[in-house]
């Protein structure tokens, strides 16, 4: 199973002179012409597969087309990578950060190439799972997000990375704001949800460095041993703020198999399949190792599921205006239904 493809139509690059550039800027690159394929996952910024001889590297640049102020900061990822791949390991080393218009017309930078499996909703051809390899997968995964949370990002020099002070008041406001601009149809559940997501925000705890996309497509596995991490990717979200926020998102894409089929069609994952701890297993192994206070995780899981369904939501109303006709987004109607009816059931049980 391929990890790459052939690069897409119209999102090509000038190969001779990106090859250039490296042989200025990179040392130990191979003999022979730049090759270049394509990473087909993500729906972000583009990534490619970049190989000189027996080097290999991975190149990150924005989409195509217009982008919105301070998204897809090449230079503020490349950045903090450089700051946390010294005491995170698992994050990829970048190599060099280009803003020069003569090399690609937008900025774009290159990083170490780390292998491993991407876990989406099936496991690869040649791994059978069964109780342990879930059960492994799940601690792995827990174990990753806590050693995040506690690299001590002030020695780490990300100080200016973020705002931790009101972070967590920020995103409820924020995330009601963008839906109340993306609203396209009356959803009865969403004006109770969001005041109470207001009223019973509660006080963060100490701020953390956060991924802020952490889930387990956004890591690898290893190729010899399944159970193992060999990388967490996507870091152009990574901020300074409320630890219980970035676990609570993590877990919005952590399906059991007792959910309801509509949020397993939502969300398909592998997390369904034998062995895989339960969300409320999840939280409370975090908890054990990281020692944080999870007593208000309804307020989280709810907000998580809720952000989830603003970001569908905003696809969704492109869609219905005629920006986009990609037929994949009608049915975000109701998925964003179905993830707030769930936020609000989750305010009003406390369940996980």
Not at 96 to 115: I, Q, W
Request: glycine letters at 6%; one cysteine or more; proline letters at 6%.
């Amino acid at each position: 199973m391929s990890e790459t493809i052939a690069v897409r139509s119209g999102e090509s690059f000038d190969l001779h002179t990106i090859e250039a550039y490296l042989r200025e800027q990179i040392a130990g690159l191979g003999a022979g012409a730049l090759q270049v394929r394509q990473f087909p996952s993500g729906a972000s910024n583009l990534t490619y597969l970049l190989q000189v001889g027996d080097w290999e590297g991975v190149l990150r640049r924005p989409p195509f087309g217009p982008v919105p102020p301070k998204a897809h900061d090449m230079e503020r990822e490349s950045g903090l990578l450089r700051k946390v791949h010294t005491v995170f390991p698992l994050a990829p080393k970048p190599y060099v950060f280009c803003n020069d218009a003569r090399v690609m017309d937008v900025p774009f930078y290159v990083m170490e190439r780390k292998r491993g499996f991407v876990l989406n909703d099936t496991f690869p051809p040649d791994v059978t799972p069964n109780a342990q390899i879930g059960r492994a997968i799940s601690l792995t995964t827990v174990d990753t997000l806590v050693k995040i949370h506690a690299i001590d990002w002030q020695a780490a020099g990300l100080s200016n990375l973020g705002h931790p002070a009101g972070f967590l008041e920020r995103q409820v406001k924020g995330w009601i704001e963008r839906y109340t601009r993306a609203k396209t149809d009356e959803i009865a559940q969403v004006e109770p949800l969001t005041r109470w997501l207001v009223a019973h925000t509660p006080q963060s705890p100490a701020p953390a460095l956060i991924h802020n996309d952490f889930k387990m497509n956004n890591m690898l596995f290893g190729l010899d041993d399944i159970t193992q991490a060999t990388a967490v990717l996507d870091w152009e979200m990574a901020t300074i703020g409320d630890p219980l926020f970035d676990l609570a998102v993590s877990l919005c894409y952590w399906i059991e198999p007792t959910d309801s089929e509509a949020m397993r069609a939502v969300l398909p994952t592998v997390t369904t399949t034998v062995g895989f701890l339960t969300r409320a297993q999840f939280i409370e192994e975090y908890a054990r190792k990281s020692g944080r206070d999870i007593s208000s995780m309804q307020f989280y899981m709810a907000f998580a599921y809720f952000k989830l369904a603003v970001i569908l939501q905003q696809i969704y109303a492109r869609w219905k205006l005629g920006q986009t006709r990609d037929p994949r987004f009608e049915a975000f109607k109701t998925r964003v239904y179905t993830l707030i009816t769930h936020a609000a059931y989750l305010t009003e049980n406390n369940k996980l």
